[in-house]
């Protein structure tokens, strides 16, 4: 069993920076794919990003690509997601999730095995 905390997230301006933390539980942190999916107000949660277990490979949705950055430290069992020139659409509950099979370009959020409790973003305008 994994249990993951999310934390880091808060009120920023439009331009702003956040990082967001999520910080796992449990053994073998190394061997899951690790991601970031949001939620807006009113809207269907939404993938934003992968890493996979080592770190070497990521993948991110258009719309954050060049702003969002997305890390682990294996030896913290810590995902990081760096979130830079933050906009008002970016405004979300944020969720880290951890699967031990997807890889980062198939992360269904319907399959995963492990979700956080999800930590806002709110980034006003």
């Known amino acids: 069993q994994v249990q993951l905390v999310e934390s880091g997230g808060g009120l920023v301006q439009a331009g702003g920076s956040l990082r967001l933390s999520c910080a796992a539980s449990?053994?073998?942190?190394?061997?899951?794919?690790m991601g970031w999916f949001r939620q807006a107000p009113g809207k269907e949660r939404e993938f934003v990003t992968a890493?996979?277990?080592?770190?070497?490979?990521?993948y991110y949705r258009d719309s954050v690509k060049g702003r969002f950055t997305i890390s682990r430290d294996n030896a913290k069992n810590t995902v990081y997601l760096q979130m830079n020139s933050l906009k008002p659409e970016d405004t979300a509950v944020y969720y880290c999730?951890?699967?031990?099979?997807?890889?980062?370009?198939?992360?269904?959020?319907?399959?995963?095995?492990?979700w956080g409790q999800g930590t806002l973003v709110t980034v006003s305008s």
């Open positions: 999730a951890a699967d031990s099979l997807a890889g980062v370009r198939s992360f269904p959020q319907s399959h995963l095995d492990f």
């Open positions: 449990g053994r073998s942190f190394s061997s899951y794919t």
């Open positions: 890493i996979s277990g080592s770190g070497r490979t990521t």
